[in-house]
């Protein structure tokens, strides 16, 4: 008798249920659900509340819906009987924090908050607490705290205390009224269990939290701000999950609001991108995982803990149990790609692709893959959204050098391509030359199926053999992964993660091999990049920074 | 009673003739005959002989389908009666060469000599002499040769005697049967005239030749090639006429060919650039003129001979009688902006145009007028055809940086506009560095007339008041001014040349001036640019000789 687990995957527009055979890891339903607020970043909804410049905020009842429609959804889709489900699993965007009170009820759901913008969720991309990231930085390596260190020296307004830190400065009343401040994610965990079971994938990467150090002391907090001292015991939780252990149960409401059996174990949350770890087959160091797409995280993980500098996090736990997780990116990838072709395809090319029914893609792909590498005497810096690793600096900007009259547009697409693979060989360097060796890419998303000529160029860029990971899906296959490990073999699910990979994960048959005579190439352009990479990138010549400042 | 000159400028791929008002400078009418053969860069005509990398011929049988088709039907047009054309004057590309047999016909037209492709006209971007320009300069350089410096230490392919140095070892066999080598410009004179008068803007500019040290000695000629040693007197002339005289007069043969009378009075000939600068009303210093499009020239007049860094001509009576003419140069201009309409435009924007009857150009100005100075955060290097001054390497290629995912192409064509203001704020500079001061630009070309956004771009970025010449064809209205020096004022022209500005050239109403708080933000972009130009264009980074070079 075959059992299933739901992994469910909260996105950025929207989320995705997708129901998988935990014997086989056959995804037999798939349920996708666009959240109705979308990305708040105008008006608060039902009303003519304008919110500042780089606001980015989120309605939790969205995530509720989810809940609601795409659960009974993948159940109806799939005919499986709701007795044969035996675990869910969670990933969410981080960090994206929300304000709730006792209750666990998001402050802006409620009358006497819903018309303050700093009530609602704060989506990871929301911008406007950068201000607070710096001084926040500034005043940890002022007092030589120990903790900086292993951000790379540096703090993301992504994450969470420069999310609080906003709401105390720009609105008490809201900090005040605020029970705990908590990811969205775990939030959600909270929904299905009625338990507080916080993340430490969430806590490690985005809270500046360690399993042995724990968060910055009181101290430190007060040296932000007299309220903030105690900010750890008034506002958070000091209880952190390991990734991979189960969070609780579902409750009577929960099973009735989703159409699932009550008891259905439920797992501890993970990042969306860390969660496609164990879905690409990956349980042990030396192998990096590429998870690809608008930008592309790289998620490597190692027995040891190791400060590498420019590298924004390293998390006990964090990414699979037992292991140091390492987190690195690219701020922008598939986005560029998208740039180049709103912006710099002409008609002519256009045309052609209408007439012969081609995706433009896949035109320019055919055109840039007649070039060698090196004949479009291009290169570019993929830095069109900043550089998240190592530089950890978002006003760099993209670059193109090697411009003539003789440039056609393929040839800047395959610039393009290849700025992001020097972007990853840099990353890969990094690890290397700091103790942590990597010997196999694995990649994930959509664009590793479709995009031969990016894969092969990765693949000789990085002098590194590319396997493809089956899942097109992998974050969601990950979640429900981890929704057997919380199930545990009794039940019909996993009592470790090599386990769950062995039935569940899987590659495609193609595997990219580098091939030697472009690898030569490549090692010559990529001393090129490197050398732009640090000249614009370092001290020697601020003009990015100076141009987007003005 | 009017008296009418005949401006003859002949171009790359067509020439014009101007029938000209003398008294009023008023363009009775123009003729445009296009070359039958064009551009001979692939097979010789009528023959399947294939032409190397880099060669570009011309048919000089083409030159004389100017004389027997333009003048004719600018007489037509015009309704002049010939006894009222009283002079003729001749522009034409430069270095544009050939040899010819003593009694001055082309060894291309004779059967002998008509397959191989040395005895051709050589045209001005016929590039394949560059191994020999480079071992001309090194050997200069070496034996210390004074006239190394009047050219900034380069010598370009394009010029006369590295083309004639490959002609002698690539076609021994030509070089001998060669009477002379003559500029085409020179050559037409000869036609017109039957005699040979040599211009001094041509030998000067082109052919390393200085009306007070001459040719090169033949212990240098010697150290190129034992025989090339006695080539000016075997193959060239020392008889070289300054700007502004007189030639000869119409022959018979010719009077019958053109329908024009016998003896009219013929310029001496001059480089197309140089004939706009009386055209652009300009006749002393402290004023350039730029003569705007696909490239940039920029002329300069001076009482002074200065030795200019990167400045690759200063040559005495070179553009005007008595004055030190300069000349420097961006290889690329209108070609940038030509390049990106046709590769980087989206549907989008052509749609747009279209819909509202706009050429993409004028929208693209349109878009780009909306934006401030600095707020596209873009910079660019203009050199997508090299650098010709100052930094005269033609391996030098485009930059484009400060992209981001937000950047529109009106922004990038935003900041192509700027960097050729750029790039003609560093000529005007290194000008006025080396004591020779610049008051005032003028303008002129297709783009002064029509390009509104780039005119005050380049007022703004050179601090400069920059005047519109009124004629849209100022080198064919300059090569009529000079044939009214030759007619003089007895036959009804003038005795001076600036007697020939007052009443033929003109200036339109409106000039542009700078606008004072762009000025500022252009100052701080242009130190940018300077930084980026040093760094590229200098020793520090040489990677866009790499990239062009792999």
Known sequence: ???????LDFGTLDSRAVLVNVGTGEELATAVYSYPDGVIDEVLPNSKIKLGFDWALQNPDDYLGVLKCAIPEVLK???VSPKDIIGIGVDFTSCTILPIDKQGTPLCMKDKWKSNPHSWVKLWKHHS??????????IALKRQEKFIHRYGDKISSEWMLPKIWQILEEAPEVYEAADRFIEAGDWIILQLTGQERRSS???GYKAIWDKKEGYPSPKFFAALHPKLKNIVKEKLSKDIYPIGSKAGSLTPKMAQFTGLNENIPIAVGIIDAHSAVPAATVT???KMVLIMGTSTCHMLLSKEQKLIPGIPGVVKDGILPGYFGYEAGQAAVGDIFDWFMSNCIPVTYEREAKERGLDIYRLLEEKASKLKPGENGLIALDWWNGNRS???????SGLLIGLTLNTKPEEIYRALIESTAFGTRIIIETFVNNGLPIEELYACGGMPHKDKLLMQIYADVTDREIKIVSSRQASALGAAMFGALAAGSKAGGYNSIKDAVEYMASLEKK?????LENVEVYNQLFAEYRR??????????????????R
């Open 1 to 7: 008798m075959s059992k299933y687990t739901i992994g």
């Open 77 to 79: 889709k799939s005919n």
């Open 129 to 138: 607490a950068e201000p607070y990231a710096n001084k926040l930085k500034d």
């Open 201 to 203: 994938c969430n806590a």
């Open 284 to 286: 042990n160091p030396g």
């Open 390 to 396: 190592i530089l950890n600096n978002t006003d760099l």
């Open 511 to 515: 595997a990219y091999l580098p091939i």
């Open 532 to 549: 732009l990479h640090d000249y614009f990138g370092l001290e020697d010549n601020q003009v990015m920074e100076r141009l987007k400042r």
